[in-house]
């Protein structure tokens, strides 16, 4: 017996939906290249797909839905909802209240002139608030821009335990937020039950905003692993890693190579610098080749990759650049020496060119398998 | 954007008391007409019917294939083995250790009480046109809920069975709809 994801969207997006039909906002994150924008993607498709049942549902009450019918009990927010809609919006620096919220915007004409701007999340709790209505909202890269400072005072209101009850009036806990309406004035909401925000992020990026707790205490985490199956799978290799010859005689052992380096490297960025810093599975995925000229090839690529990565990682640390990338190895070609500098010994990273000739035996060595014995 | 998958076979089977023990216990249950760990159906019409969702032929009478079924979003699958008739069973053919396939796992007391509120509780085996295999379960009172096509022919079979017997069926959906 075996389980898997089923076909279609990912497990990661289905649990990513059960989660925010419980707690309202989910924040993905992850390293890079793992997924996080594709499984955006899953949960917009699986948001939006009501209406249009399967035509064979292996789960729930029918096996052959009526054309329209929702199942009930399903994981899907808000399944009674018939008029489904997803506003995608992403963050950057010069992201503001006006632009995500609702604000004035100077318009250009005779004299001083402003103009209301109702921002997607204004739009998405008007949609919400309609009988039929549900709303997703997805923010990409929620911290590359100052997301407090967009969310405003709508910050306490998003809370799950602080919106509407789902026939739209107030409880004792909600907490109510003010918006401009068309003609300027002001308009007291709660935020609507049936409005969902997803938001995500790469943690590892240097040129981010740091989100606050208080900020982050409203959303349900949900961290995409970097994934060594999925990229065996991609490859057509064995679940667990395989000795790796002394020389690459097939595909399979360039791939099972790659693979095991690329662990290896990660391992080590895991432990200089923190998980969020490994490379993702995704950033492996080239069409698996079926020649193994063309897969060292690609081999050559996907090593700069990897070394390129680890660079920026450990930038400014060449020892640390030298460890992850296996230069300690026996059979290692990457050196690490010193050198004086200004009367001081400073580290340098010898490196050499790295084709087709030789980077079987520099994935060989930096997965840490043993020096071909000499001949 | 690519279409899902559809339905082109569905056997199906009404799950009886006997069926709900033999799944429980793993053993032979003679009310359900023995066979400790197999479903057993008449080989005219439904063996020939079956084949086609077993493609791996292994000998005259031992067919195999791969079976899937979902619970909480998660997607199993087991091999299934169909056999044929034997000298000592000429009209029957079966299921091997059906107990596997957890998409048919119905517990006693929610069978009971399903019975008890006169609705039948069905196990479905379903070929989709790109060759998948899937077991679920089903409900008579949720068939207000399904394709006529589906509905229909489960209702047509209903009707034609004893109470005291279990009701079968098949549907060929190829061209049209055929229900045997």
Known sequence: ?????????????????????????????????????????EVNDLFAGVGSPPPFAPAGPNAFPVEGAVQPGSELPSPT???????????????KYRDFVCGLRPRVGKGVEFEVVVGPLVDAIIH????????????DEINRGPA?????????????????APDGTATRESVPF???????????????????????MNEADTSIEPLDVAFRRRFAPYVLPVDESLLRAWFGLPTTPATLPTAAAAVTDVYEGLVQAWVAVNRTIELGRGREFQLGHGALMLKPQTETSLALLDAVELWATLVAHAREVFFGDTPGLAEAIGADQAASPYRLEEELFGGTPAPRLVEPKIDVTNVYAVLRSAAGAPPPAPA | MAQPPRPVRVFF???????????????????????????????????????????????PRRRRGIVRWAAANVTSSAEVVLWGPTKARPREARIGRFYEIDGWKVDAQSHAAEIGAGSRWFALLVQLNNNEVWARTLKERDLGGEQAWFADCVREKINETRPTRSVWGFIAKDNGVICI
């Open chain 1, 128 to 139: 919400a608030s309609s009988p039929d209505g549900a709303s997703l909202v997805i923010i």
């Open chain 1, 1 to 41: 017996m075996s389980t898997t994801a089923d076909g279609g969207a990912s497990l990661h997006a289905h649990q990513i939906l059960r989660s925010l039909k419980q707690k309202h906002n989910v924040l993905v994150s992850g390293a890079p290249a793992t997924g996080k924008t594709r499984v955006l993607t």
């Open chain 1, 178 to 200: 003010d918006i401009l309406t068309p003609d300027g004035k002001t308009e007291t909401r709660y935020m609507p039950a049936d409005l969902y925000i997803l938001a995500a």
């Open chain 2, 13 to 59: 089977k009404e799950i009886k008391k006997g069926d709900v023990l033999k799944f429980a216990t793993q053993s032979n249950i003679a009310m359900s007409g023995g066979g400790a760990r197999d479903l057993r159906f008449p080989v005219v019409p439904f063996h020939a019917l079956l084949a086609p969702m077993f493609p791996h032929q292994d000998g």
């Open chain 1, 148 to 164: 407090v400072l967009a969310f405003g005072q709508l910050i306490g209101a998003i809370e799950s335990s602080k919106r509407a």
């Open chain 1, 81 to 95: 909802k018939t008029k489904r809609r997803v506003w995608w919006v992403t963050f950057h620096q010069g992201t």
